[in-house]
């Protein structure tokens, strides 16, 4: 893979290289510290794979150079400022990375290259529970870690984003979609219309005819019948 760095910190530009030479299968064909001279390396490396870059750059911003080219590389954002992440989503970033970074970090966004496209009709890549996704809810866009997403609730092909009392959301998403997406060692599927975040259990009350499920920071329990009680039975361990 062809690779090219725009980023104007020293250290930080030693230590990313560090990270891509351990990862491995990663050629670096040009390095650029600026706007200008960001423009110009990618005119001279048509044949680069993948862009790793900074934000704020002498000159102006990333998005000044993205803004001259009708076509790049797969992009991949590397900076220690979250307020571009909507921007870096707008021009189809393959990841948006804050400083420092690790190397795992950095080696599950590169993972995403061979993952396929959404909108090609294949499996939506994973997410990871530190991933930031973006939520619209009116006029406004939330940055969401997934981690926060306490639960998921089906209707029909929309579901209910459950994050705390004042963040709820409501998309046009299905349950299957939403499963393929989040990462199954913090999401389970307790029934066909709810996935709870697994480290947001707090407590089960079992009535005689139903139970109620609270998660941590949410008021109001979720109703929940008897096959989902079995469910979540077999999350727990007995002490």
Not at 59 to 69: E, L, P, V
Not at 103 to 125: C, H, N
């Amino acid at each position: 893979m062809k690779c090219l760095l725009i980023e104007d910190e020293a250290v930080a530009l030693v230590q990313l290289k560090g990270l891509l030479q351990e990862i491995g299968n990663i050629e670096i064909v040009g390095e650029a510290a600026d706007v200008e001279d960001g423009v110009q390396l990618i005119r001279d490396h048509p044949e680069a794979d993948l862009l790793i870059l900074d934000v704020e750059l002498p000159g102006g911003t990333c998005f000044d150079i993205i803004s001259r080219f009708n076509q790049l590389p797969k992009l991949l954002f590397v900076t220690g400022h979250e307020k571009y992440a909507l921007s870096a989503f707008e021009v189809n970033a393959l990841d948006y990375l804050q400083k420092p970074i690790s190397i795992d970090r950095l080696r599950q966004a590169l993972d995403r290259l061979d993952t396929p496209a959404a909108d090609d009709g294949e499996k939506l890549p994973v997410l990871k529970e530190d991933d930031l996704v973006v939520i619209c809810r009116n006029k406004y866009r939330y940055f969401i870690r997934v981690s926060e997403i306490c639960a998921i609730l089906s209707d029909e092909n929309y579901t209910h984003i459950i994050c705390s009392l004042e963040k709820r959301f409501v998309m046009k998403k299905t349950m299957t979609a939403w499963e393929q997406q989040l990462p199954g060692n913090l999401f389970y599927r307790i029934s066909r219309q709810k996935l709870i975040n697994i480290s947001a259990l707090d407590r089960l009350e079992i009535k005689e005819r139903k139970a109620l499920l609270w998660l941590r920071g949410i008021p109001d329990p979720l109703p929940v019948n008897n096959s989902a009680v079995k469910n979540l039975q077999k999350l727990v361990q007995p002490i």
